[in-house]
């Protein structure tokens, strides 16, 4: 099985960047922590950040036929990305849209998701374990349709 696990504008400063919402917990050590679970999990996993929109929509584009699920942290493009949610309803691969901070307790305009129509599940505010938490629900969700871990 397969994850390919996407994040946008901003992750990547991680650590430094609103601890208050975020934490102090480095992008670096994000992506460490997946790799471990997905280790222990036997998930290979595939990670990605960018800042640009366009290289999310290739991503998500690129991962057709070749991953199982996807969990994606659009970030700020969560509130303002067509694009990326028609690319991940193209695609038709189970995604997981996830957040480190709680986003209904924010700011109002980040209480809207464009891609969570695409989406089987969200999870938000549990900060970096709500990725794995995302990887455990896309494994449990292959495993319902018969898919091999």
Sequence with gaps: MKILVLNGPNLNFLGIREPEHYGTGTYESLCETIRRHAETCGIEVEIFQSNHEGALVDAI?????????????????????????????????????????????????????????????????????????????????????GKKA
């Excluded at 700011?107 to 374990?129: H, N, Q």
């Design 61 to 145: 584009q690129g991962a057709y036929g070749r991953v199982d699920g996807i969990v994606i942290n659009p970030a700020a493009y969560t509130h303002t990305s067509v694009a990326i949610l028609d690319a991940v309803k193209a695609v038709s691969i189970p995604t997981v849209e996830v957040h480190i901070s709680k986003v209904s307790e924010r700011e109002p305009f980040r209480r809207i998701s464009y891609i969570r129509s695409a989406c089987f599940d969200v999870i938000t505010g549990k900060g970096f374990d709500g990725y794995l938490e995302a990887m455990d629900r896309i494994r449990e969700h292959l495993l319902e349709k």
